[in-house]
């Protein structure tokens, strides 16, 4: 997987955890929905997000490679 799938990946869970836990514990857990949202929308604008330097480190690939042997 690379770092767009994988901050994808991250983002949607953290949007259905948020929401769980904000119908079920607390109303403030959609705060940090919301800036998941937030994030998410300045990120299609600037292509960098907090997750994404995160992930890199990590040592996540960039792109998709091709790979070998398909035509």
């Known amino acids: ?6 901050l994808r990946l991250i983002a949607g869970c953290f949007v259905l955890a948020t929401l769980l836990l904000g119908y079920f514990h607390s109303p403030y857990w959609f705060l940090f929905t919301g800036f998941v949202a937030i994030n998410l929308i300045q990120s299609a604008f600037t292509n960098w997000c907090p997750m994404m330097t995160f992930l890199r480190k990590l040592g996540v690939r960039e792109d998709e490679e091709p790979l070998s042997g398909r035509a």
């Not at 997987?1 to 994988?6: G, I, N, P």
């Open 1 to 6: 997987m690379t770092v767009e799938r994988y």
